[in-house]
């Protein structure tokens, strides 16, 4: 490969079955609608088989929570050489290379195999998730043989067997073919979701440059469509598979849609679409790719993190979210977390504001769940959901799956991490203080930074005795500690929280009375609500250690049993399995970045350089980083820290989370958090970009060995150019 290929490309070579999994997760395409995991189009013994759609839930019958829906398979192309079937784990492997290509978002693969007879053929593979048509899938296989004439059958087939891990969601699924005058067949599977009562269609066709193709219903629920050649050696044969996966959520006839969308693809042909969908990228890669000269890893992990954003950021829709593990796998069902307004929103805040705004739509439409999940817990106000998808709700589960002896834990965080509805507000804030959207702010951003505030001046507990405002029964980022009081976090975001909020009122008041006026009445905000935000503000507990000049992470850390994490080493496992659940509560270990977090989002308020230094030496030895969210936060606060050779290790460890498997977990889904964090950390760490009052500002810390770090972003509307390079001073 050239420093260039080497720089945008991801690929394996030889096939390696033990990393089947991982390599499935790696090599996702995806367009912002769908996800399509990166099988192999003619299957493979254990292979984790997902095709997600943004927003297609359903809650089946006896689980304990909705799950993304795992779509009728399109991908599967059966090839038989001379009358045997291909595949890596039969006839012989003469040679594989897989390559996905960032640039293009472009899998492709090559093959040499040879058959139990000896015959042997050239198979080339590529497919892509169309950027230009969204609904729409394009696979493309060439066949040559190279040792004499053989006979190829191709069957194209939709798999309506697929299940999500033997759990079924559909009420109803029918497949049917369709042979009809000038145009190539095509098949169906057209389903219904039993509880959501979404309709959906995947159909596909296929175009062969050889024979005829016929449709058949033989199997059933896997209808397919197929031609067999025969090849004299050296002769190319190539087959194009379309496949389009319609719902309705986006369109009334699903199937019609899906037929119209498959009739204008074969119009065009492959090479078109292809076209099409690489000015896309290109112009995604030329507004967030961040360039780096003197580091070819970093640059391909940055480059793969910020691809892993990109395909699952919606484009189209602000009613969906980008869930926390993408649509890359099963991983949390596809439920959106923090994760994708503090790790995977940042990047496309600044780079791509469009969408953006649209993610952040999805909280504004679906204020009602978190209105509802406030007025259940006694409170007023908007609380998010800790796990949402796409009614608003609370999703979360409330127990963890039975092990094997039967013994179930109780997942508290849907109840008491509640600090995501403070971090939502945080993106808010950061959405239209760098993009200067007044429009989205004054219409739908004040009203989510000003009903969860109503929500904490609720939530907020005066203790007379103490007279102090404390938040009791939370979690904070460390989830190794649950139902604990005072979380520095929680309670510092939300004393920061309710004063951004009055900032909003006052703002608000000047520049839109009459949106005021009205937005005000509407929340309830009057000056006594105002008048006690002040007071808790004022009055807000911050659990510290005055004379260390540390601040406790929440009541009671400091007393906990210390644990020496260098004990345990090497481990890959996180602490909470090797000590236990329960007994992990007791200890000084945390799971990942908690104070560090705060520190990380609310910068030099937190206190100077010196106390953050402080709090800093005292929570890095006790991090497990048994979160992937962990490492990119610290590798940006030890940036900002001055922290140079910290800052860079963890980041590589960042970037290595899922291109390496560095967690051993990566099979069920790509860590959208890590992946953003990764821009983030080279974006508010390395480059020091931030704002002031009227403009941004970096302060580069460079890793010692990077000749220059360029990217741009937008601000207030603008695109603007950064290039930093080493050695050179800019304010
Ligand atoms: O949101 C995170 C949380 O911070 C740590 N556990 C996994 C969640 C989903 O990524």
Partial sequence: MTPKERAWRVADAPFQPGKLHHTETIYTLGNGYMGLRGTFEEGYPGAI??????????????????????????????????????????????????????????????????????????????????????????????????????????????????TNFGVTQWGSLTT?????????PRIFADGLTAQSQYAVTVASTLLSS???????????????????????????????????????????????????????????????????????????????????????????????????????APRHDEHVSIGAKTLSGPGYKGHVFWDTELFMLPILTFTQPKLARNLLMYRYHNLAGARHKAREAGFEGAMFPWESTDTG???????????????????????????????IAYAVLQFWRWTGDDEFFVKYGAEIVLDTAVFWGTRAEYQAATDRFELRMQIGPDEYHENIDNSVFTNSMVRWHLGQALDVIAWLEAKHPAAAADLLTRLGIDSTRQDHWRRIIAKMYIPRDAEKGILEQFDGFFNLDPVSLAYWTPRVANMDYILGHEPTQHTKVIKQADVVMLMALLGDDVGTVEERRRNWDYYYPIVDHGSSLSPSTHAWVAARLGLDAEAYDLFMYAGSIDLEDAKGNVRDGIHGAASGGLWEAAVFGFSGLHLTNSEFKVDPRLPAHWRSMSFRIYFQGEQRMIKLIAGQPSG
């Avoid at 397919?224 to 050649?229: A, F, I, R, S």
Wanted: proline share 5%.
């Fill in 210 to 312: 050889v024979g005829l193709v016929t449709a058949s219903e033989e199997n059933p629920l896997q209808p397919d469509l197929g031609v067999t050649v025969a090849l004299e050696r050296d002769q190319q044969a190539i087959f194009d598979k379309f496949s389009a996966i319609c719902t309705s959520r986006r369109s009334d006839s699903p199937r019609i849609a899906a037929t119209q969308i498959l009739e204008a693809a074969s119009a065009r042909g492959f090479d078109m679409l292809r076209v099409a969908h690489c000015a896309e990228w290109a112009q995604y890669w030329h507004d967030s790719d961040i360039q780096i000269e003197g580091d070819e890893a970093a640059q391909r992990a940055l480059r793969f993190a910020t691809y892993h954003v990109l395909i699952a």
């Fill in 49 to 162: 088989v997902s095709t997600l759609v943004h927003g297609l839930y359903n809650h089946p019958a006896g689980e304990l929570v909705p799950d993304l829906v795992n779509m009728p398979n399109p991908l599967p192309l059966t090839i038989e050489v001379d009358g045997e079937r291909f595949g890596l784990d039969k006839g012989q492997v003469l040679g594989y290379a897989r390559t996905l290509d960032l640039e293009t978002a472009i899998l492709s693969r090559g093959v040499l195999w040879r058959n139990s007879r000896g015959t042997i053929v050239a198979i080339e593979f590529e497919r892509f998730t169309s950027l230009a048509v969204e609904e729409l899938i394009v696979q493309r296989v060439s066949i040559r043989p190279l040792s004499g004439p053989c006979s190829i059958t191709m069957a194209a087939s939709i798999d309506g067997t697929q």
């Fill in 176 to 184: 049917s073919s369709e042979s009809g005058a000038g145009h190539s």
């Fill in 393 to 423: 709700e609370e999703t979360t589960p409330r127990w963890t799956n039975p092990d094997a002896e039967g013994k179930r834990i109780r997942i508290w965080t849907g109840d008491t991490e509640q600090h995501i509805s403070t971090d």
